[in-house]
C-alpha cells in the first residue's frame, strides 16, 4: 500500500514539472522588450483571432507559416514573434520557420504571454 501512495505521488509530482516546465519555455523565451521592427504574427484559427489579438497582429496559421510568411516578404532575420492560445502552435510553427532558416524567430507563448510582454517589458 505505502509503495503504491508512494509512486502516485511521485507521478502527480513529475507530471505538474513537466506540465509547468512547458509552459514557462514558451513564455520565458523573449524576455526583452520587441525591437521595433518586430512582426507579430497570431497562428490561432481565424475564430481565435477574431475574438482577440494583438494590435497589428497578422493571422497566419501555424499550419500555413510557411507560405503565409513567404507571401508577407519577410526576410530571413526579420524578427518574428509567434504567439497562439498557450504557446505549442507557436513552437510548432517556430520550428517549421527555423528549418528554413529564419533566425530571429520568438515564441511568446499564448496570446496574454504577447499582452503582458507588451504592456511590460522586462
Not at 5 to 16: D, E, M, P
Not at 48 to 62: K, L, P, Q, T, V
Amino acid at each position: 500500500m505505502h509503495k503504491f501512495k508512494f509512486y502516485k505521488v511521485a507521478l502527480i509530482t513529475l507530471a505538474l514539472l513537466f506540465n509547468y516546465g512547458c509552459s514557462s519555455d514558451y513564455a520565458t523565451e523573449a524576455l526583452a522588450p520587441p525591437p521595433a521592427n518586430a512582426v507579430w504574427i497570431d497562428v490561432r484559427s481565424a475564430e481565435e483571432y477574431a475574438e482577440g489579438h494583438i494590435n497589428d497582429a497578422s493571422n497566419i496559421s501555424h499550419k500555413a507559416i510557411l507560405s503565409g510568411v513567404s507571401a508577407v516578404g519577410l526576410t530571413k532575420n526579420t524578427p518574428i514573434y509567434l504567439y497562439c492560445g498557450s504557446g505549442y502552435r507557436a513552437s510548432v510553427a517556430k520550428d517549421a520557420l527555423e528549418a528554413q532558416n529564419y533566425t530571429n524567430v520568438i515564441n511568446v507563448g499564448g496570446l496574454e504571454d504577447a499582452r503582458a510582454l507588451l504592456n511590460n517589458p522586462v
